[in-house]
């Protein structure tokens, strides 16, 4: 299946905007093709507000979010894989989501030949299928 964050970042931004709330992400400028301003990244990531009125031309495509916009007076062309975004939420009540890693897509913290048992217990097996847990 393709990946669904395309369709949840596109939602959730219109959910945001339809409640009268600015939308900001949360970029992980690490990931291979960002093009965000390196002034304003900070431990690696950079939020940005993606609100019609800071961003100009705005597309969140199946592959890619773009748009062009000032930092600092300097206007821009901000380009993201949907894979960089690691949560969108309104500014004004944290309201929003945090995306997980999807089945296929890179691993950051070293690739598909990380040992993921590492911090299991010896008596836990993974199971092979998403779980869900309730979160209060």
Request: hydrophobic share 40%.
């Amino acid at each position: 299946m393709t990946s669904s964050r395309p369709y949840l970042v596109r939602s959730l931004n219109e959910w945001i905007l339809d409640n009268d709330c600015t939308p900001y992400i949360v970029v992980d400028a690490g990931v291979q093709g960002v093009q965000v301003p390196t002034e304003h990244v900070a431990n690696g990531q950079i939020v940005l507000n993606i609100s019609p009125g800071a961003v100009r031309g705005l597309v969140i495509g199946n592959g890619a979010l773009e748009f062009s916009a000032r930092f600092g007076g300097v206007p821009m062309q901000v380009f993201i894989p949907l894979q960089a975004v690691m949560a969108i939420y309104a500014k004004e009540n944290g309201e929003g989501m945090v995306f997980g890693s999807e089945p296929g897509s890179p691993d950051p913290d070293g690739g598909a030949d990380a040992d993921a048992s590492t911090d299991r217990r010896s008596d836990e097996r993974p199971s092979g299928r998403p779980t869900l847990k309730v979160v209060k």
